[in-house]
């Protein structure tokens, strides 16, 4: 099998449908340079390779594609017209990762490799720029130091060693920049780096270009399973066999002088979805001068380099001068930049983030990927291009991540308490939304409030784990291509970048501002959208969900044929679903609306009374309350479906523990303390998740279900007589037998019967029950002869099916992730596997006793998108979700029938 995939000079041995084997980058390579875009030639070693190596080890990986690189290089060195460890002609190469997914930041990359101390003297003279030449050696011995051979600060604190020793000779020379030193500087940093590299692990810097080669690739293969990689793996549910492919290319360099330089562009703005070009690019820099955010980017076309003036409030003189854009500096090469980027785009028919670098006037395109994008901006895009007519109605659908419809869902700033509020300072509107939060300096202390914003100089890939935490992402330095701009908008999280007038001090957690002084812990604001940063707390209000957004909703209910509805216990809960456009309730919780202070007081007697009859006078107490709560549920969801679950939770969840409050109860009740103690203790379960509930409750107190039965049919009664129409579907919790549903739906529709007898007036309703315990689920087919409906409490069915206790699970599930033992959280996303079963035989075997059952799901899993495509999948009628997931599930049920 072929290990090894080359590309450049407008041929390629692999193409863009190859991306499991050739990573993102690789296919997106291959591609481009088989479509005549001018790409470096290079070659991909396969994702396989990655597996293989975890297996065999380093040694006999080298053995199977020892020849095939050999090849593959001689081919580069063929068309750049240079020789690998050729000091008078030296051709220099990158190696990087590339997963199958894009991994911002995650995965390690190598420049200027090849190089020793006689290429670089090669180097310097061919090029004829000795301090380019040992700058880049200065360059490569550090990266490489660090990367390759681990060479880097241990903890956060410390400083990286090759920093170290930089700034120990800046303050030596007494300068200041990087640019001050001298070519003799330079080439003492690399002797230092060296000393240095051997001192701290013994080993000699690799002098010969074919060793660095092949400690590089390993070390690419190592860093798939370094700690960064796992964690970002794991928060997006990427297994690790996967595996990284590495891509080797030649160097080309952004360094050469002011007729090079590099950049990183967009074909549309990923904040918004704008369609308008834009990018930044350094003149005379490598490429990550432009993400690490220590130069102030410019911008690439000349209407962005005016916004970006506005913004960062410049006079139009001041940027001509200062920053113009590359349309101004360079229009020759902004010209073909700007027709790659639209046969890119047209090509990949989505917006492209593409990198470039211009060496001595010749335009290389490094790379080029589907962009991240922020959710505003996933949903524009696509549209717009439907209406461009470059993708179909069912792409646009599945250009949708429908897990990333959340970030429009949310609440932005309160245009009113904006007028009021205090800027303080003005970033870059790098990532949209509104966040207020505390302030905090280390990622380290993002989990230190419930709210906050993290604040940074400038954000590496170490603080990704709090930048997930925090609410919001602060910069001083970087601009919207820096870490934290690409970072924020792939997680969909607010950023503002690059806000230069901030003086952030790591040492005392505080910042400056225009003179004041702001601690760790103080409240903050800032908006993404425009990139003010606001002192103190912002009122913030709720999105309008239309334009582009309406038209995605609209498209879903086009393809999907699965009703989607919503898990409500509040009138106002429900409302807000309807708005979302939930077609009926598919839970309501009715032991939640027993919390509140009138009503525990009622649910306490009830439990702790003695006889039927006491239960049956505290019971009353609670009857004219749920009748209350169901007319306005019921209200809320006029005509639609409305299902209500009877009490489901063990009892000893409404009792109080502390003393005063069991004082109290003695007292209102007339008995003493110490006989209130007792019953409190004889409802202690030691498994009260496997113990007295659901319809264990309501068949050893029948006058719960009685109870709760009467109010929800007289509560449709009142509001039929107020002409509104109701469809109530009353459901019993937690059955295991026939019988147990049997018992339930007798006395329900007995208490319906006399209900409708005493009012002379009835109405339509359905009795059902919940599947969620796996019994239930094999038993189907008997108690559907009796059911109206199934709805598949995957949390519980999760729960039983598994062994894993709900409340338990959280001290062994993320060890179990981690080790890769399960793939994916099985409350999160639905075992299809295992537990996905009893929902097919669940459903399979109901239908055959009862073709008219409606089947639905109202656990967790009813909003997880894959979980709602097996549900499609498997014939479900509808999925039941939170309110704020509505419109996820609605495009995930589209997703699923396309
Ligand atoms: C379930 O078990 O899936 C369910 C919806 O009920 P609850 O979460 O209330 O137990
Ligand atoms: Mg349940």
């Not at 979700?881 to 589209?894: E, L, T």
């Amino acid at each position: 099998k072929t290990r090894v995939y080359t590309f450049g000079n407008k041929k390629a041995d692999g193409n863009s449908s190859m991306r499991n084997l050739l990573g993102g980058k690789g296919a997106n390579l291959a591609e481009m340079s088989a479509i005549g875009i001018p790409v470096p030639p290079g070659f991909t070693i396969t994702t396989e390779v990655c597996t293989e190596y975890n297996l065999l080890g380093k040694d006999e990986v080298i053995q199977l594609i020892k020849r095939e690189v050999e090849l593959a290089v001689a081919k580069i060195e063929k068309t750049m017209n240079t020789k690998f460890g050729d000091a008078k002609n030296p051709l220099l190469l990158s190696v990087r990762s590339g997963a199958r997914v894009s991994m911002p930041g995650m995965m390690d990359t190598v420049l200027n490799l090849g190089l020793n101390d006689d290429v670089v003297e090669g180097l310097a003279k061919k090029t004829k720029n000795e301090r380019f030449a040992w700058d880049s050696y200065r360059r490569f011995v550090q990266m490489y130091g660090g990367v390759v051979m681990g060479v880097k600060a241990i903890n956060k604190e410390d400083i990286d060693p090759f920093e170290e020793i930089i700034e120990n000779l800046k303050e030596k020379r007494g300068i200041t920049l990087d640019t001050e030193f001298t070519v003799q500087d330079l080439k003492d940093l690399v002797f230092d780096f060296k000393k240095s590299i051997y001192r701290r692990i013994g080993k000699e810097f690799p002098s010969d270009p074919w060793d660095q080669l092949w400690l590089a690739v390993m070390a690419v293969f190592d860093s798939w399973n370094g700690k960064r990689a796992v964690y970002y793996r794991n928060m997006h549910g990427y297994p690790a066999d996967w595996g990284t492919a590495v891509n080797v290319q030649a160097m080309v360099f952004g360094n050469m002088g002011e007729n090079s330089g590099t950049g990183v562009c967009f074909t549309r703005d990923a904040g918004s979805g704008e369609n308008l070009f834009n990018g930044e690019y350094l003149i005379n820099a490598q490429g990550e001068d432009v993400v690490a955010g220590v130069r102030t980017p410019q911008q690439i076309t000349k209407i962005g380099s005016q916004r970006w003036a506005e913004l960062a409030q410049i006079t139009e003189k001041e940027r001509k001068n200062s920053y113009p854009s590359l349309e101004e500096v360079m229009p020759e090469i902004f010209k073909e930049l700007n027709g790659y980027q639209q046969i890119l785009e047209k090509h990949y028919r989505d917006m492209q983030d593409m990198e470039f670098t211009i060496q001595e006037g010749k335009l290389w395109i490094l790379q080029t990927r589907n962009g991240k994008r922020t959710g505003a901006a996933m949903v524009k895009i696509a549209i717009d291009l439907l209406s461009q007519g470059l993708i179909s109605e069912e792409e646009a659908l599945l250009r949708i991540e429908p897990n990333k419809l959340d970030e429009l869902l949310h609440p932005i700033f309160d245009p009113a308490a904006l007028k009021k509020a205090h800027v303080i300072a003005q970033g870059l509107p790098a990532s949209p939304g509104a966040a207020t939060g505390q302030l905090v300096f280390f990622a380290e202390d993002a989990s230190k409030f419930k709210y906050s914003i993290l604040t940074r100089i400038e954000t590496s890939p170490e603080d990704l784990e709090g930048m997930n935490l925090a609410k919001g992402i602060l910069t001083a330095r970087g601009g919207m291509t820096s870490h934290a701009a690409v970072v924020a908008r792939g997680m969909g999280k607010c950023c503002v970048s690059g806000a230069g007038a901030l003086k952030i001090n790591y040492k005392t957690k505080t910042m400056w501002v225009e003179g004041k002084e702001y601690h760790e812990g103080d409240w903050i604001s800032i908006n993404g959208s425009t990139g003010n940063i606001i002192e103190g707390k912002v009122a913030t209000v709720e999105p309008e969900l239309t334009g582009e957004f309406a038209k995605i909703m609209e498209l879903s209910d086009k393809y999907s044929s699965m009703k989607v509805r919503t898990n409500a216990d509040t009138p106002q809960d429900a409302k807000v679903a309807r708005n979302f456009g939930a077609t009926g309730i598919g839970l309501t919780r009715t032991e939640h609306m027993f919390f509140e202070v009138d009503r525990i007081k009622a649910m306490r007697e009830m439990i702790l009374a003695d006889t039927v009859k006491g239960r049956k006078q505290a019971l009353a107490k609670l009857l004219p309350m749920q009748r209350e709560d169901f007319e306005g549920i019921f209200e809320a969801m006029e005509g639609l479906p409305v299902t209500i679950r009877l009490l489901d939770p063990p009892l000893h969840e409404f009792v109080p523990h502390q003393l005063a409050t069991l004082r109290e109860l003695a007292d209102e009740m007339h008995v003493s303390l110490e006989s209130v103690k007792i019953k409190v203790a004889d409802l202690e379960e030691f498994n009260p998740m496997l113990g007295h509930r659901g319809c264990r409750l309501g068949n050893t107190y029948p006058e719960i279900t009685e109870m709760q039965t009467r109010a929800i049919i007289e509560a449709a009664l009142n509001l039929k007589q107020r002409g509104i129409e109701t469809k109530p579907e009353i459901m019993v919790p937690l059955v295991g037998t026939f019988d147990e549903f049997v018992a339930q739906e007798t006395i329900i529709r007995d208490t319906a019967e006399a209900i409708f007898k005493e009012r002379k007036d009835k109405i339509e309703y359905f009795v059902g029950t919940m599947i969620e315990i796996p019994r239930a689920a094999l038993m189907a087919d008997k108690i559907a002869k009796r059911a109206d409906f199934f709805s598949f409490g995957t949390n519980d069915l999760t729960q039983m099916t598994f062994g894993y206790s709900r409340d338990d699970a959280g001290k062994f599930l993320p060890i179990y992730l981690e080790q890769g033992i399960l793939k994916h959280d099985p409350f999160e996303v639905l075992d299809q596997e295992g537990v996905g079963q009893l929902v097919t035989m669940g459903t399979q075997r109901g239908r055959s006793t009862n073709p008219k059952l409606k089947v639905g799901i109202c656990g967790e899993h009813g909003g997880e998108p894959s979980s709602v495509e097996f549900c499609y999948n498997n014939g479900l009628d509808y999925v039941s979700c939170s309110p704020f997931r509505v419109p996820i599930a609605r495009v995930a049920s589209a997703q699923a029938a396309i």
